[in-house]
């Protein structure tokens, strides 16, 4: 599969209404206990914040493009009102000389990179070597979480709330592994022929336990007939290469953008 502008804004869209649905229940599943709070700046990019977890996983501006300069000043004074200083994201496709050096200027650099990759789906070449189960209801998801909830530790009632969100969110899919001791989960949402699949490990595992309900997400994206489906990954992670070895490719490449001061 090549990568194109139409393909990259296509993902983008697909991974804020996924990403759009799960705040949402989120909110409204655990009274936002987070203090959850967001913005879409249009159908590819959304800023959102929790105001109770100050970490650059739940604050950040994601699908930054060369035309929301203008709206950085906005996006930020709302963070700042909040006392949250917020990791910025941009894509490699969508990122000028303006945008960078806006960035810059605001005392931002380049902290991170990370990877999307995208494919048509395949079924694998053979059965999956551990269980995975696919999540249909809460009961479902407490029943899978028992065995889960050792491995998670302090995190496991925070962790099973984004299960639960990712259940309820429309056109989305949950897999958690079944392995005693482990917790790993993926997400597959489904929207106009794009499967975003949403890796999470939820303790230290391992890398086959880790991609187990990912890659059971990607056979069921290859039997709906999906044109595509796809994946983010750390650069040059594990998870990176490995993915590389089930067929799928890079289509860009998303810079993570921390800021050097304070609060800006």
């Known amino acids: 599969m090549r990568a194109s502008l139409r393909l990259i804004r296509r993902i983008l869209e697909a991974e804020t209404t996924y990403r759009l649905a799960q705040l949402q229940c989120l909110e409204v599943s655990d009274g936002n206990v987070l203090g959850l709070a967001w913005q879409q700046l249009d159908a590819g990019a959304l800023a959102q914040m929790a105001r109770r977890r100050p970490a650059p996983a739940y604050n950040r501006v994601r699908g930054l493009r060369a035309d929301h300069v203008a709206a950085l000043e906005p996006v930020l004074a709302w963070y700042r009102a909040a006392g949250i200083k917020a990791e910025l994201e941009t894509i490699s496709a969508y990122c000028d000389a303006n945008l960078a050096g806006e960035l810059v200027r605001r005392g931002y650099f380049q902290s991170g990179f990370r990877v999307m ?25 407490d029943e899978a979480w028992q065995a889960a909830d050792a491995a998670a530790g302090g995190a496991a009632a925070e962790l099973r709330a984004e299960c639960r969100a990712a259940l309820g969110a429309p056109g989305s899919s949950l897999y958690v592994g079944r392995t005693p001791g482990a917790a790993a989960a993926a997400v597959l949402c489904i929207q106009d022929g794009i499967g975003y699949c949403a890796p999470a490990a939820l303790a230290p595992t391992g890398l086959e336990l880790d991609v187990a309900p990912l890659l059971r997400a990607i056979a069921d994206a290859a039997a709906a ?20 070895g089930v067929g799928l490719k890079v289509v860009f490449v998303r810079a993570l953008w921390s800021s050097l001061a304070g609060l800006v």
Not at 117 to 126: C, E, F, K, T, V
């Open 117 to 141: 990759l995208a494919g048509r789906p395949r079924q694998p070449a053979s059965e999956l070597s551990l269980p995975v189960q696919k999540i249909a209801s809460a009961a479902q998801l």
């Open 225 to 244: 007939a999906l044109e595509c489906v796809c994946v983010e990954a750390t650069l040059l992670s594990a998870l990176h290469h490995h993915l590389l």
